[in-house]
């Protein structure tokens, strides 16, 4: 199993930009109320999973009727990025989360199975096709989709599971093994042989006539 991404410039219309925006903004209010719920249970000596995070923050959200018509994986995968940050403060890889405001970078990511991708355009969720400046350059199921913005464009990285393990198929390619020896370079299993190269040969001759003319000295 093995997973590519491959990101891509988008050519989003005025309104497909907005969405995008209200998007990130929708993950960082959930990463930074994730945060605030963490910090307060180790103020009262519980440590919270980001499971357990993500529960509270589904029965918060829904005091807020603007949550209703935005992309919930993105909240959840804000969250998930936060329980990563925390492992990684816990195992000391890393400080402790901070919260992010509105000058951090723009990004959130979703995963729903509506996700769809064909030719130089991508279908997501709630705001439906995007044209894409290229083409997907893989082949396989998409595990993933990351908006982000950098200065004024917005790009999309596609995680896809392409099943290719980097690993030879012995079936089609049989192992051979290999001898390698002096006056032969090396001697396969198969009863190839491939013979040392001449210049190697001249200069091992010329080798061991200057060693007789120092074993005379």
Known sequence: MSFKTHKIALAPTFRERRWFASQCGYARFA????????????????????QMLNVNFN???KRYDWT??????????????????????VSKRAK?????????????????????????????PKI?????????????????????????????????ETGDTGLVDTSTHPVIGIDVGINTLA???????????RPLKRYERKLRREQRKLSRK
């Open 31 to 50: 990463y930074n109320h994730a945060l605030s719920d963490f910090k307060a249970g180790l103020e009262n000596d519980s440590f919270q999973s980001w």
């Open 59 to 61: 029965k918060t959200k």
């Open 68 to 89: 209703r018509s935005q992309d919930q994986r993105a909240a959840l995968y804000a969250i998930k990025h936060l329980g990563q940050g925390i492992a990684n403060w």
């Open 96 to 124: 402790f989360p901070r919260f992010k405001g509105r000058g951090h970078k723009q990004s959130y990511t979703t995963d729903e199975q509506s996700v769809r991708v064909q030719g130089k355009r991508i279908k997501l």
């Open 128 to 160: 439906g096709w995007i044209k894409m400046r290229e083409a997907l350059r893989f082949v396989g199921k998409i595990i993933k989709v990351t908006i982000s913005r950098t200065a004024h464009r917005w790009f999309v990285s596609i995680t896809v």
């Open 187 to 197: 001697t396969l299993s198969d009863g190839t042989q491939y013979d040392n190269p």
